[in-house]
């Protein structure tokens, strides 16, 4: 809830309830400010619930601080600058995603060992960066950058994904690339996958369940995406609705007011 | 000459208190005022243990201590509370002033007679069987500075060594990452309230322990020495930076070391061409001021400035 008690208060999230089955990928769309990213946020932990409970694994996380819930989910944020730490080297990056849920003590964090799996893993991604492992991460290009903080969030496996409207910023080469990228991150782990996006092509193309949320409800639950041969034309036609609704709203309530004040 | 090798050894020293300096205002983006009541402290809980006889390695290592924890406080208050980082400092500092008056119990206090690490030094250097006094580029040297200065070398060198070694594993790379970007740094699960408490922790007992050291150098302590540490902590860090850059954290952190020792000869240098000593402070800011601001006038004689650009 933001702006709370004031008369600006805005419920973000208004009884989602929500199940995420194991090995599943979900879709979240929706129109601006409905509360999509609210929802992932909720997740992740850095947004504080006024109500609710948030479980993980069979956990009850909702008093779990953000950085805890990082040690079992990990996130793919919009802006490519957010996910990794822009002084630290390209390999330093990674030995930290890498370390995700253990311990950090004093062994070098660069090993020759380290450096040889991070380098495998920088090359299996074929964008070259194999040879810029030294290089400071916030040298490198948005796309380049959200490709390796995709790989940063499944080095380690993650309970469940959050890609956060993650290709939104790039462009259409590199954001097509970080999509293919993805697909082939989550197949390899079978990982349990939330993915917030715009793009309603995405949607269809990734998901076997597709969420549509308006004013911080989850207005469409459709699952079985692929059997149901939903396309991105079924879904323009669901947003269109939704917005035809919001528009009968203001007139239903501009002839009220009309009538009666 | 022994002026020289004087401002040489006290800048080693206070190229510990660069490296402290470091640590919060490079690793972490933190001014962090503490410095002045650390090193404060630092000079009271040496200079208090020794003339009351404890050997002069553990009263340095309880200086340490006192140092980390007041640094500890200070992140405390800023993680847990939310307090202003520059509030949290010189709160903390304002505090250590009045413990550290506690400590010494009295303004300030004479260590002529007590051992200290630096007389250790010098006594190792006699049974060593060294001359007393030797030519040096033909002037007399007395070897007892000679072993001041040898150990302060060894001292700096050793503990510029070993930061830049921890700040390359895992727990070093998990600090630089939560000053760097806390965001990311949450999301790989780095627990970046307890980075910036040990952070300014270690940063504080190095500044803590180069008070420890100039007050046995000097064989006095006075409740002044920390006024003005952070200042001149920035001073050392920003003529390193000026001299071997920032292309790499280990180059870095010998820049903060041979920073401090060529801007005390400079101070030295200054003095001698007649410069009063009491103006040395207003010098220091002014300098670290002119290094901020001067490279902002340099960009806007090139061009208008780019978005995003910050100063230091």
Redesign the interface.
Known sequence: MFHRDTPSEVRALDGVDLAVERGTFTVVVGTNGSGKSSLLNAIAGSLGLTGGRVFLDGNDVTHWSEQRRARRLSRVFQNPFTGTASDLSVAENLVLAGGRGGPRGLRRALGRERRRDVREQVARLGLGLEDRLDTPIGLLSGGQRQALTLLMATMVKPSLLLLDEHTAALDPRSAEQVIRLTQAAVARGALTTLMVTHSLGQAVALGDRILVMHRGRVVHDLGDVRRRRLTEGDLLQLFDRLRWADRLDTAAAEMLRRAYI | MNLVIGAATIGLILSLLGLGVFLSYRVYHLVDLTADGSFGIGVAVAAALLVRGVPPLAATAAAVLAGALAGGITGFLHTRFQVNALLAGVLTSTALYSVSLFVMGSGSLSLASAPTLVTQAQRLAGRLGLPETFTLFGTEVQASSIAALVLMALLAAGFALALTR?L???????M??AG??P??????????EGMVVLGLGVANGLIALSGALITQYQGFANITMGVGAIVTGLANLMVGETLLGRRSIGRWIAGAVVGAVVFRLLVAAAIRAGLNADALKLVTALFVLAVLIVPQWGARLRGPRPAGAHPG
């Not at chain 2, 390359?168 to 998990?174: K, W």
């Not at chain 2, 965001?183 to 970046?192: L, N, P, S, T």
């Open positions: 921890f390359a594993t895992d727990l070093g790379t998990a630089r990452a760097n970007n965001q990311m740094a949450r999301a790989v699960a780095i627990d970046v």
